[in-house]
Structure formats: C-alpha cells, structure tokens
C-alpha cells in the first residue's frame, strides 16, 4: 500500500528525476499473490493490481480512505490483463478473461480474485474514485468495448481505442476507463497531446517488450517533462499535465479517469507547436 500527495505544478518543474519517478510513477503492480494499491490525492483515485496464484485474493479495507469496506464509498474498474480469471462480488461471479472488464458499484462488501490457472495467473489491473450512487456490477467484454481506430501509420500513431467503462456503458459515477493498442510500426499516443483540468488520469502501459522502454511525457505544456517507463508500470497524470507518450517499440495501456466530467471528449489541447 502506498500513498501520493498532490504537488503544484510550479514545484514539480524543479524537479529532479528520482523525486518526479518518486511522486508519478508507480513501479510494481502485478505482484504474485498480492494486492497492491497506491492511493493518489488527485480526485482520490486508487491504482493497483491483483494477481492470484494458488488461492484466491480478497480487497480489503485500505486505510487512507477511512471506511469499513474498500467499496463502501467508491466505485471499482477491472481490467484482466493476464490469463483467464474469476472476480466475486458479494458472492456473485464474475469470470474474466484477457482483456475483458467488470465495473462493480458503490457498497459492495466482498470482492475477491481467482485465478483459473495458477501457472498462467489474471492480473486485475484496478483503479477506484469515489461514488456517490449505487449502480449495477456490470462484465464488459472486449467484443462489447466501444471501439475507435485513430492516428496512421505515416505519424507512427495508428492505433485501436476501446472504451469499457463510460457513462454511455455502465451506470459509472466518475470513473471512466479504457484501453489503447498501437499497431506495430506505431509508437506515438495521445499526440496531438492535450490536458483536462477538469480530471485527472492514470496510464497503465503493458503489452512492452521487457527490453523496451515508454517515453511518458507529462508536465504544463510549456514545462513539459518525461518518465521512462518499464512494461506494467503505471503514471499518475494530475489533471494540469499533459499525458503523451513514445515508445522504443509499440505497446498498449489503459487509461483511467477521474473528477468531474465523465465526457470523453473534454480536453484542452495542447498543439505540437506550443509545447516547450
């Protein structure tokens, strides 16, 4: 368990590199038969993984958020990123393969994670926000993900958006998440880069060659800054940074937001040409 304050952005362009990786980047995620969760005070967002091996995985009540149950104030996104898994919901199941999703709403008490096989184990990417409403545990499967293709090959960004958990999909209060895929020959996303001061956002980059790296860069516009990030690590984006990124090889990740709009569109751009 770990926890992240929030800094000012005129603080973190003196930063040096060790105190940015310090305060943005979160190293481990997927640990064997852990559950692991950072605590970020932008909008109270929640970053972590779950990954079982012989025995199941329970959440359980994280102490920066002060309440009786991990849920009992919050809303909870899952992603699988590995092989075939179970979430249990209030004794309800949930099985998950690769790449499919489960939205679970406010006040569930009991959450757990399986995995089908423990030589090939899930890895349960989650992230959590606040809530304010009850709605209904949902599974979003790949297949049913909307699904957006961006960007060409001739601007090495060419790649697949899917969106999983919307206001448009699941009865979500403030949480929004979902997946990017570059195509081979692709390395650039989210360029044209832009900020939303409105929300913030959490990059999970996985699919990574372990001997290839992601370029995060992140910063005011005219501050700008980088992250050199390893395969199934994950940035804290505040909601005044941009959020962009190039890769030594191609790769996907997934996006988690937070605040107070849940549209996705809402963005303030930030023109190659302006950037510094």
Not at 65 to 75: C, D, N, S, V
């Amino acid at each position: 368990m770990d926890e992240r304050q929030a800094a000012h952005p005129r603080d973190v362009k003196r930063y040096e590199t060790q105190t940015l990786r310090d305060d943005f980047l979160i190293e481990r995620i997927f640990v064997p038969g852990e559950v692991t969760l950072t605590y970020s005070h932008y909008d109270r967002m929640i970053v972590g993984g779950a990954t079982p091996a012989a025995k199941p995985l329970t959440l359980e009540p994280f102490a920066p958020t002060g309440t009786p149950f991990f849920l009992a104030r919050r809303e909870l996104g899952v992603i699988n990123l590995g092989g075939v898994g179970s979430v249990t919901v209030d004794g309800q199941r949930f099985d998950i393969p690769n790449l499919d999703a489960l939205y679970v709403g406010l006040g569930a008490k009991e959450v757990s994670f399986a995995s089908a096989d423990a030589a090939n184990p899930a890895k349960f990417y989650l992230t959590s926000a606040p809530a304010h409403r009850e709605a209904p545990h949902q599974l979003i499967a790949k297949s049913e993900a909307n699904t957006i293709h961006l960007g060409s090959a001739e601007t090495s960004n060419k790649r697949t958006i899917r969106q999983y958990i919307m206001p448009n999909t699941t009865g979500t209060n403030q949480l929004v998440m979902g997946m990017t895929a570059l195509e081979p020959g692709s390395v650039w996303n989210s360029m044209p880069c832009h900020t939303h001061t409105r929300r913030m956002e959490a990059y999970l980059y996985f699919n990574l060659d372990p001997a290839h790296r992601v370029f995060h860069f992140m910063g005011e516009p005219q501050e700008t800054r980088h992250l050199l990030v390893a395969n199934e690590q994950a940035v804290i984006s505040p909601n005044w940074s941009i959020h962009c990124g190039c890769g030594t090889s191609n790769y996907a990740f997934v996006w988690a937001m937070a605040g107070d709009n849940v549209e996705f569109t809402d963005m303030d751009p930030a023109p190659v040409e302006t950037l510094r």
